[in-house]
């Protein structure tokens, strides 16, 4: 019988530990690689060759739906299933537009993820029936391309001046998009409409 192989990204030791485990106790799974940061991820892909990617959604270098876009354009054999704490519609539509085959929530049964990881490496795409239905029904986000990008930089911590090093704007220009930024998403300040976008899965 031949064996899923499978690459794991977590970046919490104890929680990636317990998942190897779990998975390595399924005679027809076998986990080829086990990471701690999302910018190895397509590298150690790469060179190892899995069926199916468990990848965080939350990971240092690079985040788990950017890793998973990277890896289906460089590797589209291996399938990318997501997993996270936070079942939010917006990030999920993030991941399913990144070509993620599957959606999980780390709080689902154990059971789930031997299941899942099967169904994924068999072509199958599963996500929890409430989360693609919250996922179809969640809005677009109103901001633009170029207001996203200010956001995702100012979520990441960068101040004004900051941003406008980055994106070859002036302070004022970047001022005004953070202005424009906080209307459309009709909240109380800067931290507020972070808070609302990554909510809705509207940046990274």
Not at 42 to 48: D, G, H, I
Not at 72 to 79: A, G, I, K, N, T
Not at 165 to 174: A, C, E, M, P, Q
Request: with cysteine; net charge negative.
């Amino acid at each position: 019988m031949l064996s899923v192989r499978i690459l794991l990204a977590e970046d919490v030791h104890m929680i990636r530990g317990a998942l190897v485990a779990l998975l390595e106790l399924e005679p027809d799974l076998e986990v080829v690689a086990s990471l701690d940061r999302g910018d190895t991820i397509v590298e150690t892909a790469l060179r190892t060759r899995p069926d199916v990617a468990v990848i965080d959604i939350d990971l240092p270098g690079t985040d788990g739906i950017t890793a998973a876009a990277e890896l289906h354009r460089r590797l589209p054999s291996c399938r990318a299933l997501i997993l996270t704490s936070l079942g939010r519609p917006g990030t999920v539509r993030r991941a399913l537009s990144a070509h993620v085959a599957g959606f999980l929530l780390k709080d689902a049964p154990p059971s789930d993820l031997a299941r899942s990881v099967r169904s994924v490496a068999a072509g199958e795409r599963v996500v929890d029936p409430q989360l693609a239905l919250s996922a179809w029904e969640a809005q677009d986000s109103p901001l633009s391309p170029r207001e996203t990008e200010v956001l995702r930089l100012a979520a990441r911590g960068a101040d004004a001046a900051d941003i406008a090093r980055s994106l070859f704007l002036t302070r004022g220009t970047v001022s005004n998009y953070l202005t424009a930024i906080v209307t459309k998403l009709n909240a109380r300040n800067r931290i507020d409409a972070i808070r609302a976008a990554e909510e809705a899965g509207w940046i990274p």
